[in-house]
Every structure is written in structure tokens, then in C-alpha cells.
């Protein structure tokens, strides 16, 4: 399968402010491709790791014009979002989130998990706190829409910090001890979450219908329905909008 197109498409997606960046080895790097949290594919290192309804697919992109399918990892229905840290990936499906190593890239295996009633489910992470907005409606599922914080210090057995109620929630993105939460027509909302278990709106902004969202560096672009947005977001207190691009 030639991937090539996809993986030079996958980087201009995101503009001249975020590159593709690949080590020179086998193993998995700690700098990973930027995407945003509702991605479906990502790059750390050398692979390129596809989320494909119910599994993982990987590819060995070393050589971009010879790429290599490595055998699928099976991970559970209606997989849906992938999102990677370091040397972990952290997979969003409607039954829950599922945290895989990469310490061997070729075959990524699962460390944790923390299921839930169905629903959509995007995630990102840091070393010791994941993030996942849930969107409760019909064609989610039940759960109750929110931002869920969970504890993931112990990796192989994420614990519910906290539950913040937040209405029509899609992607999100975090910045230092922000989590900037995409609401659709009801904008975007910065909650800090420097204490977890008590995580506080700070301010949200209602200037467009927010979709998903990339911190970077001290960037903050913003994926929304009539194109992108991009914010300074030097003090996470205070974006200014710095540029838009419209398509």
C-alpha cells in the first residue's frame, strides 16, 4: 500500500507551524506527529498507526515510497480516535479509552483501559492525567457529556478523577494546565485543570463553531466550521487571534 500522498497530506494538514518528525531508528520516538483529538491516524517514529473501526493498523514508514503493513492490532468496536504521547498511544472508542506502549512500534500492546457507557470519545494526555470529552445524545450513546479526568499513575488501571459537566462536547486540546474543551455552535472553553480533581471554566469564547482543537507551542489552532482559526495562546488566560484561514 502506498502511503505516501497520505502521510505528505497528513503534514500540510497541519500547516508550515507543526512538521513531521521521524528518529532514525526502529524504536518508538519521543516526539511524536501533532494532530488533533479527534484524529484517526498518527506518526511516532517510524510508523504511521491508523484507528480502523476495530483494530489499530501499522505501517512501516521508513522507506515512504516501499511502506510496510505490519499485522493489525485488534482493539474493540467502534474505535474511533488515536492520540499519541511519548511512547504511548491513547486510543478513544465508544466503549472507552484504551492506553497501548509502543515500546515495540511494530506491535503496540495494551497497558490499560477504562470503559465506559457508550459514547464518542476523544482523549489526550500528559504523564500522569488523561482527558476525554463524552458526548451524550442519540447517536453517541448515554453517558452524561462532560470532560472525564482520569488518573492514569498506575497506566495499566486508569481511576475516574473527576466528572466536569460540559454540554456539546467535541474535540479538545492541552495546553500546560488547560484543557481547551470544542463545543460545536457553543464555542470553545478553557478549563484549568491545575488541580484535577477540581477542574474550573475559566472563560469560553463564542466567535465560531469549534470542531477540534491543536496546542502548539504557543500556538492554539483551532479547527472550526468554516475553517481554521489560529490564537497566540502566550497566556492561556488571554488568546488573541492572530490569524484565520477560510475554505
Known sequence: MHLQKLVTGFCLT???FISCNKDGGDSASSETGTGGSLAR???SGNYLYLA????LRVFDISNP???VEKPQVPVGLGVETIFPYKDKLFIGSVQGMYIYSLANPAAPVMLGSALHIRSCDPVVANDTI??????GSSACGPAESGLYIYDIKTITAPVLKKLLPVSTPFGLGLADSVVFICRGANGLSAVNVKNPANPAVMYTMNDGYYMDVIP???LLICYVK???????ATDLRNLTRIGTIDY
Open 14 to 16: 497541519i500547516f508550515f
Open 65 to 67: 515510497s516501499a511502506t
Open 41 to 43: 491516524f498518527t506518526i
Open 216 to 218: 502548539y507551542n504557543n
Open 52 to 55: 480502523d473501526y476495530s483494530s
Open 226 to 232: 468554516t475553517g481554521i482559526i489560529i490564537y497566540d
Open 130 to 135: 488523561s482527558y476525554s470529552t463524552l458526548q
